[in-house]
C-alpha cells in the first residue's frame, strides 16, 4: 500500500510513502532474502527489520510479525507476503483504534 504526502511545493517528495505489505516487499527485495525458508531462519537472519504498517508511521518488526503468523516455511516471497498480510492488516487496524483515542486525551 502507498499514499501520497503532503506537498510543500517545492517538489522534492516522494512520489509515496510505502507501508504495509508492499513496504516490507521493498524491504525483503533489498536484503536479497532467499527463498524457500523457514520462519525460524527469516526472523534470525532479518528479524530486526521495521515495516510501516500505516501511513502515520506505525511500525511492526518482522520478528513480532513472523511470531504472529502460523505458517513456519515459506517457499516464496509471495507466499511470505501472503501468510503476512493478516497480520499487517490486524496491526494497522489495531493502531488506528488507539491513534483516534489518544486524539480524545487532552494531554
Do not use: W, Y
Not at 55 to 71: K, P, V, W
Amino acid at each position: 500500500m502507498g499514499v501520497r504526502p503532503p506537498s510543500n511545493g517545492t517538489g522534492t517528495e516522494p512520489d509515496a510513502i510505502e507501508f504495509g505489505i508492499a513496504a516490507l516487499d521493498a524491504r525483503l527485495d533489498e536484503r536479497n532474502v532467499s527463498f524457500p525458508v523457514s520462519a525460524a531462519d527469516l526472523d534470525a537472519a532479518h528479524g530486526d527489520l521495521s515495516v510501516a504498517v500505516d501511513a502515520s508511521g506505525t511500525e511492526i518488526t518482522l520478528s513480532d510479525a513472523l511470531a504472529a503468523c502460523d505458517q513456519h516455511s515459506f517457499d516464496s516471497q509471495q507466499d511470505l507476503l501472503n501468510a503476512l498480510h493478516p497480520v499487517f492488516e490486524a496491526k494497522r487496524e489495531s493502531s488506528g483504534i488507539l491513534d483516534r483515542l489518544r486524539s480524545l486525551v487532552p494531554f
